[in-house]
């Protein structure tokens, strides 16, 4: 099985910082990496599928990179809107594992 | 614009088999483009994959709960379903379907979740 471990689990940070959440594959993945938010109550939402490439209407301060077996997801300048949990969730050899998630507090 | 409904009990006793179906409106389920999947997500904790199919009936499945899951679909009636058998405390949880883009491309449409709760 492909185990993603992501960092942090918990993050404090303020309106307009930079944030960057990092997940990890216990193999190469190669682009194979989406990222989602999701808030209290709700269905996930998609932001970035293979790797880096944003999804139809995500903002643009919400960027990808990485691939083989580090990624990371950045927030360009943290908005209200944007305190959240974010998952990362592989897709390689039919399997579709999520990372435990990332919790995005206000500081 | 797509929509995905689950529907089911929401509470199931030990032992029992849990049993979803996922209605998909707005489009077809027969979609070669698309595979079609089961997430779960226990009270206060992180999201689990259970399981993904293509329209064909091909499946794969998260091997810590391969055992105990069947993914099916009914083109007809542009529906799939999980079932999960002998189930546990354990298995109570926000059930998701959602649509999978290329098998690869992520997860882009999610139904609004069900909650079911094991217990007698």
């Known amino acids: 099985d492909i185990q993603m471990t992501q960092s942090p689990s918990t993050l404090s940070a303020s309106v307009g910082d930079r944030v960057t959440i990092t997940c990890r594959a216990s193999?190469?993945?190669?682009?194979?990496l989406a990222w989602y938010q999701q808030k209290p109550g709700k269905a996930p939402k998609l932001l970035i599928y293979?790797?880096?490439s944003l999804e139809s209407g995500v903002p643009s301060r919400f960027s990808g990179s990485g691939s083989g077996t580090e990624f990371t997801l950045t927030i360009s300048s943290l908005q209200p809107d944007d305190f959240a949990t974010y998952y990362c969730?592989?897709?390689?050899?039919?399997?579709?594992?999520f990372g435990q998630g990332t919790k995005v507090e206000i500081k | 614009q797509l929509q995905l409904q689950e529907s089911g009990p929401g509470l199931v006793k030990p032992s029992e088999t849990l049993s979803l179906t996922c209605t998909v409106s707005?489009?077809?389920?027969?979609?070669?483009?698309?595979?079609w999947g089961w997430i779960r997500q226990p009270p206060g904790t992180g999201l689990e994959w259970i399981g993904s199919?293509?329209?064909?009936?091909?499946?794969y499945y998260n091997p810590s709960l391969k055992s105990r899951v069947t993914i099916s679909v009914d083109t007809s009636k542009n529906q799939f379903s999980l079932k999960l058998t002998s189930v546990t405390a354990a298995d109570t949880a926000v059930y998701y379907c959602?649509?999978?883009?290329?098998?690869?491309?992520?997860?882009?449409?999610w139904g609004q979740g069900t909650t079911v709760t094991v217990s007698s």
């Open positions: 959602a649509r999978v883009v290329r098998v690869v491309y992520g997860m882009d449409v």
């Open positions: 707005g489009g077809s389920i027969s979609s070669s483009s698309y595979y």
């Open positions: 199919l293509y329209y064909s009936g091909s499946t």
């Open positions: 193999q190469s993945i190669s682009s194979w």
């Open positions: 293979k790797a880096l």
């Open positions: 969730q592989q897709f390689n050899s039919f399997s579709a594992t």
